[in-house]
Nanobody, 120 residues
């Protein structure tokens, strides 16, 4: 059973930093793409950043230059370093592990979410 556990959320002032962690277990980490999503109150869930199994990273425009996603393969963990935080970054952040299977198929696992609140 694949498990995904986020941590590191909290309350921070605008301009501050937080580092979120996404720890995975129960599968081969090198087969997993990690996607960080966030959902603000009253809004749809949006994709924030991707760290692929092959080492590629992708960011949504609103966080480019402020957020950095990285993988620690030894710990089967992905980090989302968030700097220069803005009130509009306030949301519940979710880690999604997308596992590559045979014949191009994938399956997907979600963490429980971690709350980030940025005060102005």
């Amino acid at each position: 059973q694949v498990q995904v556990v986020e941590s590191g959320g909290g309350l921070v002032q605008a301009g501050g930093s937080l580092r979120l962690s996404c720890a995975t277990s129960g599968t081969t980490f090198s087969l997993i793409d990690i996607n960080w999503y966030r959902q603000a109150p009253g809004k749809q869930r949006e994709l924030v950043a991707i760290a692929s199994a092959t080492g590629n990273t992708v960011y949504t425009d609103s966080v480019k230059g402020r957020f950095t996603i990285s993988r620690d393969n030894a710990k089967s963990t992905v980090y989302l370093q968030m700097n220069s935080l803005k009130p509009e970054d306030t949301a519940v952040y979710y880690c999604n592990a997308e596992r590559r299977l045979l014949l191009g198929r994938t399956d997907s696992y979600w963490g429980q979410g971690t709350q980030v609140i940025v005060s102005s």
